[in-house]
């Protein structure tokens, strides 16, 4: 069974940074690319973050490009979103997943499987 942890989120003041990790397991990973996304209170889930597998290009929504930074260890199955200068529209609970098709990854929300997530508050 597919199982997908996300740590590493808390209360921070704008402008500040943290670091989220998700490791997966349950299957072999090997050529699934891995994503972040984020879904604030009242809103629907939306596409954040994503990596490529085998050549670690990165691709990120308008609204965080320049701040954040997805890195990838494939020997562990974990993706890791380095956020800088937060903002407090960057409240939200964070979730990450992995699927074979790049652009699927990063044009949709509909998966099987979720973690738990992690919540990430950025005070003004």
């Known amino acids: 069974q597919v199982q997908l942890v996300d740590s590493g989120g808390g209360l921070v003041q704008a402008g500040g940074s943290l670091r989220l990790s998700c490791a997966a397991s349950?299957?072999?990973?090997?050529?699934?690319?891995m994503g972040w996304f984020r879904q604030a209170p009242g809103k629907e889930r939306e596409f954040v973050a994503a990596?490529?597998?085998?050549?670690?290009?990165?691709y990120y929504a308008d609204s965080v490009k320049g701040r954040f930074t997805c890195s990838r260890d494939n020997a562990k199955n974990t993706v890791y979103l380095q956020m800088n200068s937060l903002k407090p529209e960057d409240t939200a609970v964070y979730y990450c997943?992995?699927?074979?098709?790049?652009?699927?990854?990063?044009?949709?929300?509909?998966?099987?499987?979720w973690g738990q997530g992690t919540q990430v508050t950025v005070s003004s």
């Open positions: 997943n992995a699927y074979p098709d790049f652009i699927v990854l990063i044009t949709t929300t509909d998966f099987d499987y």
């Open positions: 349950g299957r072999s990973f090997s050529g699934y690319h």
């Open positions: 990596i490529r597998w085998s050549t670690g290009i990165t």
